[in-house]
C-alpha cells in the first residue's frame, strides 16, 4: 500500500514539475530558439532608417504552439484532479476579451489574418494554463524562467565574436538591436528578482549577469531599454514600500501615479508636454518619427472608434490595408503603430481598450496579493507589468509577434484569475 502511495506521488510530482517548466520554454522559444532559426530572415521595419518588409516564420510556430498545448491538454487530463480552479469574473473577463478580438474577424479586412493571428495567442494560453493550475508557488515557475534568462546572455555575449556591429547598435543574435535591449532589460528584472532568492546559486548568478546586461545595453545603445531596467524596478519597490507601508492597494496606486503624468504628457501644463520628454530621451521632438504614425492612427480611430478595424488587420496585410497607399512615408509598411494603446484600440475599438484595461488592474489586485506573501515574486511581477506598460508607449508588444514580454503579460493573465486549492496562486 505504502509503495503504490509513493509511486502517485512521485508520478503526480514529475507531472507538476514539468508543468512549471513551460512558460520557461516559451520564454526560451521566444528569446532563443526563434531567433537563433529566423534571425536572419525576418527583419522588422525599422523607423530609423525605413521600412523594409517582414518574413513571416509560420512554419515552426504552426508546429510549435499547436504541439505545446495538445501537451498541456494532457497535462491537465492527467492531473484533473489536482489541479486549482479560475477566479470565475477574471475567466468571464479574459474570455469577453479574447472572444471579443475573435469576434473583430466579422468586420476585419483580412479576417483570416485575424483568426490566424489570434490562434497563437490562444494557443499560448492553453499552454501556459497547466503551469498556473498546478505550480504550488509562483517561484517555482519564475526560477526555470530565470535561469533561461542567462543562458540568453551567454549565447548573446558569445555572439560578439562573429555578429557585426549595426550602424545603430550592436543586434546580438537578433535582427534588430532593439529587441537585444528589450529582451536584456527582462533578463534584469530576472536578475534584481535572484537577489531576492535564498538560493546562493540564484544570488551570485544575479551578481554577475546585472553588468552583463548593462553592457549589452550600452553596446546594443538601447537608451530605452536601458531606462526601463532603471525606472520599472525603482517604481516596482516604490509601490512595494507605500503597499505594505501605507497599505494603498496596488491598482489604486497605479492610478493615482498614472493621471497626474497624463496630465503632464497631455500638455497639461504649459510649455511642456510630450515632445519635450522625446527631446530629452532622444533629442528628437517626433519620437524618431512616432508622431506622424500615431497622428495617422489617431486618424483612422475616429473612423472606427469602439469596434476597430479588426485584430492585426490594419497593418501589414497588403494593399487591403488604408495605410498601404501611403507610399511615401515608412506607415505603408510598418508593422504597427509603435504604441500599444494605440493599436489595440485601432484593431478594437473603445470596447477591446476596456476590457483590455480591465485585465490590466486584474492583474494589478493579483499583484497586490502577491506583495503580502513573497515580496520578491510581487516586485518582480510588479516590475514586468510596468515594464510592460511603458514600453507598450513607443512600442507595440502585447499581443503582437514573437515577444517575451508578450508571453510574461499572458503569463500573468492566467496566474491573475488561478486560485490553487482555494487560494491563490502565489
Known amino acids: 500500500m505504502s509503495e503504490a502511495i509513493t509511486f502517485g506521488t512521485v508520478g503526480h510530482g514529475y507531472r ?22 529566423y534571425a536572419q530572415d525576418y527583419i522588422p521595419a525599422d523607423i530609423t532608417n525605413g521600412p523594409v518588409a517582414e518574413a513571416q516564420p509560420g512554419l515552426l510556430n504552426r508546429l510549435f504552439f499547436p504541439g505545446l498545448a495538445a501537451l498541456a491538454v494532457i497535462l491537465l487530463i492527467a492531473e484533473r484532479h489536482r489541479i486549482g480552479r479560475f ?47 498546478l505550480a504550488e508557488r509562483m517561484e517555482d515557475i519564475l526560477r526555470p524562467m530565470f535561469w533561461v534568462t542567462v543562458i540568453v546572455l551567454v549565447v548573446n555575449v558569445a555572439s560578439i565574436a562573429v555578429v557585426h556591429t549595426t550602424p545603430i547598435g550592436f543586434p546580438g543574435i537578433y535582427s534588430h538591436k532593439n529587441t537585444l535591449g528589450a529582451n536584456a532589460a527582462i533578463a534584469g528584472l530576472f536578475a534584481i528578482y535572484a537577489l531576492t532568492r535564498a538560493d546562493h546559486r540564484m544570488r551570485v548568478a544575479g551578481v554577475v549577469c546585472l553588468p552583463v546586461i548593462v553592457g549589452l545595453l550600452l553596446i546594443s545603445q538601447s537608451k530605452t531599454s536601458l531606462g526601463m531596467l532603471v525606472l520599472a524596478p525603482s517604481a516596482a519597490i516604490f509601490a512595494v514600500v ?3 507601508g501605507l497599505r494603498i492597494a496596488l491598482p489604486i496606486l497605479i492610478v493615482v501615479l498614472t493621471i497626474p503624468a497624463g496630465f503632464l504628457l497631455s500638455g497639461g501644463v504649459p510649455g511642456f508636454d510630450y515632445r519635450d520628454v522625446s527631446r530629452v530621451v532622444s533629442g528628437d521632438p517626433t519620437f524618431t518619427g512616432r508622431t506622424e504614425l500615431w497622428a495617422f492612427s489617431a486618424a483612422h480611430i475616429a473612423e472606427r472608434p469602439l469596434t476597430g478595424w479588426g485584430f492585426q488587420s490594419f497593418w501589414g ?19 504597427h503603430s509603435h504604441n500599444g494603446y494605440l493599436d489595440m484600440t485601432l484593431e ?10 480591465s485585465i490590466i488592474l486584474m492583474i494589478a489586485w493579483w499583484i497586490d496579493r502577491l506583495i503580502d506573501r513573497d515580496g520578491g515574486v510581487g516586485t518582480l511581477m510588479a516590475s514586468c507589468l510596468l515594464y510592460i506598460l511603458w514600453q507598450n508607449l513607443l512600442e507595440t508588444d502585447w499581443l503582437h509577434g514573437m515577444t517575451a514580454s508578450s508571453m510574461l503579460l499572458l503569463l500573468m493573465m492566467v496566474s491573475a484569475i488561478t486560485t490553487q486549492e482555494g487560494r491563490a496562486l502565489t
Open 242 to 244: 507605500v503597499r505594505r
Open 16 to 37: 507538476r514539475r514539468f508543468a512549471t517548466l513551460i512558460p520557461a520554454i516559451n520564454l526560451a522559444y521566444f528569446m532563443l530558439i526563434w531567433p537563433l532559426v
Open 317 to 335: 496585410i497588403g494593399p487591403q490595408s488604408p495605410a498601404a497607399p501611403m507610399t511615401q512615408s515608412f506607415i505603408s509598411k510598418t508593422p
Open 348 to 357: 478594437g475599438g473603445l470596447i477591446a481598450l476596456s476590457l483590455f484595461l
Open 87 to 133: 477566479r470565475l469574473f477574471g475567466a468571464c473577463l479574459l474570455f469577453a476579451f479574447f472572444g471579443y478580438l475573435a469576434l473583430t474577424a466579422a468586420w476585419a479586412l483580412a479576417p483570416t489574418t485575424t483568426l490566424a493571428r489570434l490562434s497563437l495567442h490562444i494557443l499560448l494560453i492553453i499552454g501556459l494554463t497547466p503551469a498556473v493550475l
